[in-house]
């Protein structure tokens, strides 16, 4: 009997609630670049100065709930996506002739990061169709540096804090999305501490 009594009861209240939630859901495809920062190296690892490129891509799927009559939403997402970052390490070279140092690589390296994230936000329609938004986006990365066997090089996980803001054009959603991780996601021989951070261009089409 009891049982019966808490299943009707739950059967009321998600009625109820799906009655003043609208559900969209939708694919989400992103792109973007990133960066590394709190970044500490090996006491052996002499450089002078690192320079590197971070191209992000990201698919995956998205759920908006949106409160009837309300100016405010919520997305929950799902992504997998990849992170590219390439070093090059450089050390200075003085030229007598032109009385300049100037800096030569010497050495680029190369890792990836794979990763899986959900993410959820807060946000809010503040004119028409813009919206601004706040959120956290906890992700696994999986590493893979430059051995030749193409295995991966370690696990590390994060729940970095993330800001949105973005316009609602109906048939399909334009958003930037700014991303700060606080854990180190380092997997390198080089590098003992690294942190990302990263922005995005995500485009949400519902279905």
Avoid at 107 to 122: C, E, I, P, Q, R
Wanted: charged share 20%; aromatic share 18%.
């Amino acid at each position: 009997m009891r049982k019966n009594i808490f299943l009707l009861t739950a059967l009321f209240i998600s009625l109820y609630v799906s009655s003043q939630v609208d559900v969209k859901s939708g694919l989400i495809a992103g792109s973007g670049s990133g960066s590394l920062y709190d970044t500490e190296f090996k006491p052996s690892f002499d450089m002078n100065e690192i320079n590197y490129k971070a191209p992000d891509v990201a698919l995956g799927y998205r759920f908006r709930l949106q409160p009837s009559g309300k100016r405010f939403f919520y997305d929950a997402d799902i992504l997998v996506g990849l992170k590219r970052f390439d070093y090059a390490r450089y050390v200075g070279l003085f030229s007598p002739e032109d009385n300049k140092l100037s800096l030569t690589p010497i050495d680029v390296y190369k890792h990836s990061y794979f990763h899986l994230t959900l993410g959820a936000s807060w946000n809010y329609r503040f004119v028409d169709k813009w919206y601004a938004g706040v959120g956290i986006n906890p992700t696994l990365y999986a590493a893979k540096g430059r051995k030749r066997d193409n295995s991966l090089t370690g696990y590390s996980f994060d729940i970095p804090a993330a800001l949105k803001l973005g316009y609602d054009f109906g048939c399909v959603d334009v958003s930037f999305n700014y991303a700060y991780g606080f854990s180190n996601v380092s997997h390198s021989d080089y590098i003992t501490k690294a942190r990302l951070r990263n922005w995005q261009i995500q485009f949400f089409i519902p279905f």
